[in-house]
């Protein structure tokens, strides 16, 4: 029976990641040997007192409703801790808990978005950006960046992506998935071509910024541009830099009405997160950075040999990552060519070749807006690692031989 669904949701594809590491599942499960590249989340666990003040707020019997917005003393926190990140004073008001970061941004688009309203989210771009654009009637405008300038947005790029009808910049640093990390001068830059628009409010994923390597180190837009903070929202969480994915807690910040609106619709949509979550996630920033260094730490040595492993692999080009746990290596001179007799037409035909005949997952470059490139994840045990790169490297240099 054709059930007649909501023009907004049938216009939405479902993400591709999620297929593709169910695919690698299924087929795990079916006896093959399959090693996954797939990975969006750690393969650590959360800080020890996160784990406890969950365990005790159940004790506690905190299992009621908590405030829309979140609960006091987790948006105090979270003010207290993005006011000294920042430079910028913050207190709770300016502050929304939500369930999970994708959940805060979502509830930001909804928010400051229209349908006529144009949103630039320069490409490669985490997937969910323009179907959270799509869902708020409001139309992405990709502003491509390049490999030669470390996939960050050039100002030029922006200056053309603008018009009109602008009214939000989504801008995510450290960026998933290039690992793009943006430095001091080049938010000056972006900031000095926002000031010169009124309309337009840049929205910040800073979800990744504990996790940077070498000399990189995350700058928040509120740092260079304080003057922006009535026209910006900043977005973290627990997820990436705590290990902790299935809590879902994240937070927006930013000026009290955005940050009132986004709390009228998430009180309609789900109510204040999870109890238990919000105490979880403050024990686990009341611990600072000291349980997230020795991941980072470990991170960076994974990332050193991914990079030097993938660098070796016949057709793949690689700017190596300044941040979060992914590398994003260009393809292209694999598009065009057969394996098996095999057309490649883009990334995804050869994720599908890799997934069945090599057993590696990797996730395609195509819905993140990059069809010529590859993501692979350094966040799976480094023995595995190693194991699914000797794969890799074997199956692509016996076919790049074979010419076939
Ligand atoms: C860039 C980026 N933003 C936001 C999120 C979502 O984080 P959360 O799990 O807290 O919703 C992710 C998760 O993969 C991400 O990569």
């Known amino acids: 029976m054709q059930i007649p669904l909501a023009s907004r949701v049938r216009n939405v594809q479902p993400s591709l990641t999620l297929q593709l590491s169910a695919r690698a599942r299924a087929l795990r499960e079916a006896g ?80 400051l ?49 603008i018009g009109p009808r602008t009214r939000l910049l989504v801008l995510n640093t450290p960026n998933n998935p290039t690992g793009a990390v943006y430095e001091r001068e080049r938010l000056e830059a972006i900031a000095q071509i926002v000031r010169a628009h009124p309309r337009l409010f840049v929205l910040t994923d ?26 910006s929202v900043l977005v973290d969480g627990v997820s990436k830099s705590y290990a902790m994915t299935g809590f879902r807690i994240g937070w ?62 016949p057709g793949f080009e690689l700017v190596p990552p300044r941040g979060a746990f992914y590398c994003f290596p260009r393809v292209g001179a694999w598009l065009g060519r057969t394996i098996d007799g095999r057309r490649i037409e883009s990334a995804l035909t050869l994720c599908e070749i890799l997934l069945e005949q090599a057993g590696i997952a990797l996730v395609p470059g195509d819905p993140f807006g990059a069809p010529d490139h590859v993501r692979l994840s350094f966040a799976l045990g480094t023995d595995a690692m190693q194991r699914g790169l000797e794969r890799l490297h074997a199956f692509l240099a016996e076919h790049a031989e074979g010419g076939d």
């Open 206 to 231: 800073e979800i990744y910024g504990k996790l940077t390597y070498g000399e990189a180190h995350h700058v928040p837009l509120w740092r260079v541009a304080p003057d922006l903070f009535e026209r």
């Open 113 to 161: 978005c229209e349908p006529g309203d144009e949103v630039v989210i320069p490409a490669p771009y985490w997937l969910s950006y323009p179907a959270m654009v799509k869902l708020a009637g409001a139309t992405p405008v990709v502003a491509p960046t390049r490999p030669e300038h470390g996939y960050r947005l050039e100002p030029d790029a922006l200056a053309a992506a």
């Open 32 to 111: 093959r040997d399959v090693i996954s590249f797939t990975a969006g989340e750690l393969d650590v666990g959360p800080p020890e007192a996160a784990l406890d003040e969950a365990a005790a707020a159940l004790e506690r019997g905190e299992t009621r409703y908590t405030p829309a917005a979140g609960t006091p003393a987790l948006r105090a926190e979270v003010a207290r801790r993005t006011s000294e990140e920042t430079g910028v004073a913050l207190e709770p008001g300016h502050v929304i808990v939500c369930c999970g970061a994708k959940h805060a941004l979502y509830n930001v688009v909804q928010a």
């Open 252 to 313: 927006a910040v930013g000026p009290a009405p955005v940050i009132a609106a986004c709390t009228r619709l998430q009180s309609h949509a789900t109510s204040g997160p999870c109890s238990i979550s919000q105490a979880a996630a403050l024990a686990a920033l009341r611990c600072r950075d000291e349980p997230i260094e020795p991941v980072r730490a470990l991170l960076e040595q994974r990332r050193a040999r991914m990079v030097a492993a993938l660098e070796r692999i």
